[in-house]
């Protein structure tokens, strides 16, 4: 009975996390798992937060058609941008203090934090159909 519980509901937290490791190199950019710690020892360099779920099929799309592109991983690198992914899926309070801090009510979301440790940490937030024409933007690059 619990065996079938197990399959029916699905791996525990744990070892979905280990799922997410395995699928957060995306080219040359490493992506790496969100926590507040994290957060609070990257405060030296821009950074990306990319708020994603399992089951969101634009999320998918945009990973296939915008963020594993050449082009993409090549601004993420040469900009010095740490790059950090948050599994809205999972039941994380870490995850949810996110999305409440940032109004998230649809995915995917893209956050770049441009001066982490300045005076007023300046992000920009992208939503929905985010394009690599957007995140080109994100860098002000004509």
């Known amino acids: 009975m619990w065996f079938f519980l197990y399959i029916l ?5 744990s070892q979905k996390r280990s799922t997410l490791l395995e699928k957060d190199r995306m080219e040359g950019v490493f992506w790496q798992i969100y926590s ?22 634009t999320c998918t ?8 592109e050449e082009y993409v991983q090549d601004l993420f690198l040469e900009n010095n941008v740490s790059t950090v992914r948050a599994d809205g899926s999972q039941d994380d309070i870490e995850i949810e203090r996110l999305k409440s801090h940032y109004e ?4 995917p979301i893209f956050i770049y934090v441009q001066d982490p440790a300045g005076p007023y940490s ?7 159909k985010i394009t690599k024409e957007d ?7 004509p």
């Open 122 to 128: 300046t992000h920009i937030v992208l939503s929905e």
């Open 135 to 141: 995140i080109k933007n994100l860098f002000f690059i």
């Open 104 to 107: 998230v009510r649809i995915l």
């Open 9 to 13: 509901l699905g791996c525990t937290k």
């Open 36 to 57: 507040e710690d994290w957060l609070r020892n990257h405060k030296d360099n821009p950074y990306i937060i990319y708020i994603t779920a399992d089951w969101c099929l």
């Open 61 to 68: 799309l945009f990973e296939q058609q915008v963020l594993r």
